[in-house]
């Protein structure tokens, strides 16, 4: 694993002693420089991918070469597809995409908690916007991995009228991505995971499948659920993913639970609200994806993100009934040759 090895080993001490959004912003930048580096994507590829016939598949109506993506978040703007699709992702998801641009909320806003393998982020949506998200696609054309769309609402537009701003982001990105996932669950931004309520996602999923009508080309949407959802409101949302034809869902996005951290009570509350993802979810994930699997008698797609720290541990959520596996914190502590690892393992399992 040389370049796990040589990019990772080597590195992954220094970026940790860097504040987290800044060591994730000096990332996106190394890899921005590797399209200068002669024969740089040739030899991640040849390090990091894992290419096997028998680990493609075919998930609402696309063919993906590997079960495991990278969650939204990491590229948020679509500014390394390219690269990040060397080191073996079968699928990336970019965003959360709003509208307008928008620059999240007060820094500092990302922790990393070693004890625990957790990161918790109160981001709050930053990016660059649709338009200009919409740009970056379009210099990944020739991209050679599937692109999943994560869209959201600007954190100032009011749930009322958060419909509208689906469908703008929605209507920009359509001609870039190979599917959409509506985000009404991310924790950072205000009110937004209210989205959620039967109601209030009534009309966000009947103006996004609505809109969808005008397209020449079909491209599958997913709903974004919280892991903090009961049992009668997932069974209230999936009443409304069969009405709608919803293709899919990503279960689940971060949690704000904090129950079992070994991280000292002291650093916690010097840490702001915001989404924690990482080991402690797995069981949960698991859960929500083995229960929402047999209520639909496996028949409804589910990409599994949450917890994922170890090759058994997104073998477990195929297990339970996840069509695919998306990896985040595990990808940040593991380093760039995770996604080979869990691959072998899949492999490797029969």
Not at 170 to 178: A, H, I, N, Q
Not at 295 to 303: E, G, M, N, Y
Request: proline residues 5%; hydrophobic residues 40%.
């Amino acid at each position: 694993m040389f370049f796990n090895l040589i990019m990772y080993t080597q590195l992954r001490p220094v970026l940790f002693w860097i504040a987290p959004e800044t060591a994730h912003r000096l990332t996106i930048e190394l890899l921005h420089l590797l399209r200068y580096i002669p024969l740089s994507k040739w030899i991640m590829r040849r390090n990091l991918s894992y290419d096997d016939p028998s680990l493609a598949c075919e998930v609402f109506g696309l063919k993906f070469k590997n079960p495991i993506g990278l969650a939204a978040g990491f590229d948020k703007n679509a500014e390394v597809l390219n690269e990040l699709s060397c080191m073996g992702f079968g699928f990336i998801e970019i965003g959360s995409v709003t509208p307008l641009a928008q620059t999240g909320n007060p820094k500092p806003r990302v922790f990393r908690l070693p004890k625990d393998k957790v990161i918790i982020n109160h981001m709050g949506i930053n990016n660059a916007g649709a338009a200009a998200v919409a740009k970056n696609l379009k210099r990944h054309s020739r991209r050679r991995v599937i692109v999943g769309g994560n869209i959201s609402k600007n954190s100032t537009t009011s749930n009322a009228a958060a419909a509208a701003d689906y469908e703008r982001a929605f209507v920009k990105l359509y001609d870039s991505v190979d599917y959409f996932v509506i985000n009404v669950s991310c924790p950072n931004v205000e009110n937004l995971r209210g989205l959620q309520d039967s109601e209030q996602l009534r009309g966000i999923v009947e103006t996004i499948t609505e809109q969808r009508k005008y397209h020449d080309t079909y491209k599958p949407v997913l709903l974004k659920l919280s892991p903090d959802l009961s049992a009668v409101q997932i069974e209230e949302v999936l009443s409304l993913v069969f009405e709608y034809g919803i293709d899919g869902l990503v279960v689940a996005n971060t949690t704000t639970k904090r129950e079992g951290l070994r991280t000292s009570p002291a650093i916690l509350s010097r840490i702001s609200s915001g989404g924690l993802s990482g080991a402690p979810l797995l069981s949960n994930t698991i859960d929500m994806v083995h229960y929402i699997a047999t209520l639909t008698k496996r028949q409804l797609p589910i990409i599994a993100s949450g917890g994922v720290m170890n090759e058994d541990d997104a073998l477990q959520l195929l297990n339970a009934g996840a069509s695919l596996v998306q990896i985040y914190t595990g990808f940040i502590y593991n380093g760039p040759g995770f996604v080979k690892r869990i691959l072998k393992r899949i492999l490797k399992s029969g």
